[in-house]
């Protein structure tokens, strides 16, 4: 079901989002950013927040994401604040929105210097860090290692449990070691309760995907 609502500004986000997204890698196309939308709005339930402020980081947090624009974190901020300038959206709605952009992807997460921080930021981030886990979570994770030429996996080639931010942005290893390096850390960095629930199911799922991935691996029945 096409995503439709009431909202002029929102609908027109929506809009904005699917153009800037027409030609993206299929786990960070337009549908990702529609299931963090709807994942967003079903936590903001739960939660004291400005839903306007929710909803517009929700749709435009990866409008330009930086691993496909040559590592520049800038681009992505700079398009949503000049859209939403020219929607004359309140300014400190739109610096709430930017900082939630800049602030809520994992690798910056491993930057001891971040220091933003919001309950919109944690409902945007939770619901974004929902659809890389799970089913579509490792659909994801094998989509974009295909889009990369990474292997599946390889036995000598270790996760990297201590990553800085730059070892995150450079690394090419097999998509394996994606699961241990961040999907299955994932659960326990969520902030809301509505997250953390669901975040459970979804993990458990991931944990089963890789023991029957070793057992077909080493050619166990």
Known sequence: MSLKTNDPLIQSTVEFAKAQLANAEGGHDWF????????AMQIAKHETVNTKIVALAALLHDIADPKFHDGDESIGPDLARKFLNTHQVESSVIDHVIDIIRHMSFKNSLDPLVQFESQELFVVRDADRLDAIGAIGIARCFNYGGFKNRPLYDPEVPPNLNMTKEDYKKSQAPTINHFYEKLLRLKSLMH????????EKRHHYMEQYLEQFYEEWHGKR
Not at 32 to 37: A, I, S
Not at 193 to 199: D, H, L, R
């Open 32 to 39: 990702h950013v529609e299931r963090v939308f709807r994942n």
């Open 192 to 199: 809301t309760k509505t997250g953390q629930e669901i975040a």
